[in-house]
């Protein structure tokens, strides 16, 4: 594990985790509830020295890390104002922060990648939360072989990275699902929920605030409402990630904690 010089001013100071509800990619732009709150989070946050994000949307078989000194944009949407297309988010990557990265896993490997970028998981919400694009980032994967049960003890071995000053940032939704969606008077944030997407959500709240991470990482064995409410498993993954750094009876705070379009959640939280 690399030591951080003597001679570095960077005050180590333990980072919060976060678990973004990221909905639309039209929250990267909009000002709107939501990314104004992203706004507000960041300010009570200390300065980062880097981002680690694990968006819902960079799946792969095996894991692997960023390793580039300039992520590119990517643009992993289609149908949206040319607008969207046209946002450039030109945070630097980190390499540094891509070996401490590989370096903390113990139960996995993870291979190095540099051409993907920064995917709208994730750069939607950084856009809004450090908008100076000046914090580097880079993005960990999300193995589609791997259970739940891995996952979680993955993340674990990434918990040293918070006493370096490192934002670890899951980005998903605790409950999405596509094929059920439904825009009501065409605004896609209007709060709406079906009565299963509004049940799930309060069973997976009173779980995180028991600190029963087992019961959510076995969410398939939570009944009827669960599994419409997560049908694929990878914009649940990143809430996985960040209950798993949890430490013991350290605060979580909710915040955008909305239903939308039916079959959505934006509900959020911070951890420290």
């Not at 594990?1 to 039209?26: A, T, Y």
């Not at 970028?117 to 939607?124: E, F, N, P, S, T």
């Not at 596509?178 to 997407?197: C, E, I, K, S, Y």
Request: with cysteine.
């Amino acid at each position: 594990m690399r030591v951080i010089p003597q001679n570095d001013s960077f005050d180590r100071e333990k980072m919060p985790v976060l678990f973004v509800g990221h909905g639309s990619p039209m929250n990267g732009i909009e000002d709107n509830e939501f990314s104004r709150v992203w706004k507000q989070i960041a300010e009570t946050l200390p300065r980062p020295k880097a981002i680690l994000c694990i968006s819902a949307h960079w799946e792969t078989n095996g894991t692997f890390v960023t390793t580039m000194d300039k992520p590119r944009t990517i643009y992993d949407f289609y149908g949206f104002p040319d607008e969207l297309y046209r946002v450039n988010y030109p945070a630097p990557g980190s390499p540094w922060l891509a070996q401490e990265t590989r370096n903390a896993l113990t139960t996995t490997s993870a291979g190095p990648d540099n051409r993907r970028g920064l995917d709208h998981g994730c750069w939607i919400v950084l856009r809004k939360m450090f908008p100076g694009a000046d914090i580097p980032v880079i993005q960990l994967s999300l193995d589609r072989t791997k259970d739940c049960q891995d996952h979680v003890q993955l993340a674990k071995d990434l918990a040293l990275l918070r006493d370096e000053g490192v934002l670890i940032l899951g980005s998903g939704n605790m409950v999405h699902n596509l094929g059920m969606m439904t825009v009501r008077g065409g605004d896609f944030n209007a709060p709406f929920g079906f009565d299963w997407a509004i049940s799930a959500g309060n069973l997976f709240k009173t779980l995180i605030n028991e600190n029963r991470i087992g019961d959510l990482a076995a969410y398939r064995d939570l009944g009827p409402a669960v599994q419409m409410a997560v049908p694929t498993p990878e914009h649940y993954l990143p809430m996985l990630y960040a209950l798993s750094l949890r430490e013991k009876n350290e605060g979580l705070t909710y915040f955008n904690d909305n239903p939308v379009a039916g079959s959505l959640t934006m509900t959020s939280f911070k951890i420290g």
